[in-house]
């Protein structure tokens, strides 16, 4: 059981090394990052390491799932930007021996557009929409690992080109209860795109590598979690034509340089939460990335924090959360989870 156990994580850190990655702006179906948890984005939007039993992050990381989630179902919903809309169900049950098993279903619907043809004339309506079906496994190896793996089924679909494509995930993870310390390691959306928008322009998926911890301190009712994204690539540094500053003398564009500090803090996301009981707690997150891409020069302020809080009412734990990208304002997140079993009773 030792050898088999080691065996599988030896697999899980070596398999990245023969993909082929690439950034936000190289992919297509781009939608499979966006969170639809509240409880995720409050955290910073990524979070791969939290052992609660919360389907949501057993979702975004199949190692988690176990079978206290048994019978526990997940809506949720995301006011984004534009009149963009995106949500997601899931559902998850456990059998003996087998395993642990999800299903969860993911929708963005962008709404409706203007269609007109070359002359200008007005012809009508049509609409452009992402779609993810996703099957997951997790099953623990002891008392401290478990493994798990994803299996997507991506259709997207805007105006008349339609696309097709499969991913997959696969993760370890360590928890040790009695030290209450959980890490993990989560090889995500390696795939191809099998029919693209159009004949013979085939294009890359979102790959990418994240690791997770999570602490909770001894004596305090505060948890925090450092959650490193982009593993494969060290250099994510993008710079907006909107941030370009101009020498007000000479006209020139002013070059600034980017320090390896700020190349390292890139792939840093930094969440916490305030557990005041077991029925209410709170979470922040500052995403250090999603700030320095998306500010402004004249407007920073709240860009790349998030905040939001859980509340169980009767047997619903209800989340909201805000999550600040730019200076059009914040996205809200809505969700709510329920065990079955518990709603029958």
């Known amino acids: 059981m030792i050898f088999n156990k080691f065996k599988i994580l030896i697999l899980v850190c070596c398999f990245p ?32 390491s939290i052992t609660d039993d919360d389907i949501n992050f057993a979702i975004w990381n199949p190692a988690l799932l176990k079978q206290s989630m048994n019978n526990q179902l997940a809506l949720n919903y995301v006011n984004y930007f534009a009149g963009i809309n995106y949500g997601s169900a899931s559902y998850m049950k456990s059998f003996e021996k087998v395993g642990n098993f999800s299903s969860s279903i993911k929708y963005v619907d962008y709404g409706s557009f203007i269609a007109a043809d070359p002359s200008g004339a ?12 996703q099957l997951g496994w997790g099953i623990p190896i002891d008392s401290n690992f ?10 997207s679909v805007y105006e008349s080109y339609s696309s097709f494509g499969v991913a997959f995930d696969i993760a370890a993870l360590y928890h040790n209860k009695s030290k ?3 890490a993990t390691l989560l090889v995500k959306n390696a795939g191809l795109q099998l029919k693209s928008y159009t004949k013979g322009n085939r294009e890359p998926l979102p790959f990418e590598i994240q690791a997770g911890f999570t602490t909770k301190l001894g004596h305090a009712p505060l948890r925090w979690s450092i959650t490193l994204e982009h593993l494969e690539k060290f250099d994510l540094t993008y710079e907006s034509e909107l941030n370009e500053q101009v020498d007000p003398l000479t006209g020139e564009e002013i070059e600034s340089s980017i320090g390896f500090g700020n190349k390292l803090m890139r792939h840093v996301i930094i969440g916490g939460e305030i557990l005041f009981s077991k029925n209410f707690n709170i979470q922040f997150g500052y995403n250090f990335r999603r700030r320095q891409e998306l500010k402004l020069i004249d407007y920073e302020k709240t860009v790349g ?9 009767s047997k619903f734990d ?10 059009v304002g914040p996205s809200n997140y809505f969700s709510v989870v329920v065990n079955i079993d518990e709603l029958i009773k």
């Not at 007005?122 to 079906?133: M, N, R």
């Not at 924090?305 to 009412?313: V, Y």
């Open 305 to 313: 924090l998030s905040f939001g809080s859980t509340m169980k009412i």
């Open 180 to 182: 209450q310390i959980s």
């Open 146 to 155: 478990s493994v798990g793996a994803n299996f997507k089924n991506i259709y």
């Open 318 to 327: 209800i989340s909201y959360s805000r999550a600040s990208f730019h200076a």
């Open 17 to 48: 090394t023969i993909l082929y990655s690439q950034v936000g702006g190289d992919n297509t179906y781009e939608f499979l990052n966006l969170v639809s948890s509240a409880k995720i984005a409050a955290v910073g939007g990524k979070n791969i």
């Open 122 to 133: 007005i012809t009508g309506l049509f609409y452009a929409s992402d779609y993810l079906l």
